[in-house]
């Protein structure tokens, strides 16, 4: 015997029957959504990398620096060398936390772009193609169109 299924409406509620064409149109809204959230995100990463280039060399210097120094610890313990990596991971720590500082106004714009992609991935579209009657289900191995595009294209 099947269960019963609650009922989940209001007696003011009136349902909304969708059409499979009207459920098509909001499903290619969904997905250009998506794709524009990740256009977004992507354009305000490449900002972010050119406005905080300086920051970021600076910081990835310095640990390098510490690397170097801790290798060179290793080899030869010395307190000079000591000094050096104690000097270097102050130095580093400050470095790290202005790239934090000039990354911030950028992050605040990125999260939510972030988090709306992964919505949209994790939720809203298989809910939707669901919807349509397409379930989502896990495919291992490639359709011919997918493993025809990302073939190696041949240099000439």
Known sequence: MPKRQAATQ???SVPIVASKQELQ?????????????WMARRMTQQ????KTKAEAEKARKLAKDEHK???ELIETPTTEIKTAILSVRKNLASAREALKTARKPFMEKIAPLAKAVRYCD?????DSLKELGHPVAPRFSLSD????????????
């Open 10 to 12: 209001t007696a003011n």
């Open 145 to 156: 169109w997918a493993a025809e595009a990302i073939k190696p294209k041949k240099k000439e």
């Open 69 to 71: 120094k801790i290798e």
């Open 122 to 126: 994790n939720v809203a579209i298989p």
């Open 47 to 50: 900002d972010m990398a050119e």
């Open 25 to 37: 149109e909001a499903f290619i809204e969904l997905v250009g959504q998506r794709f524009g959230y």
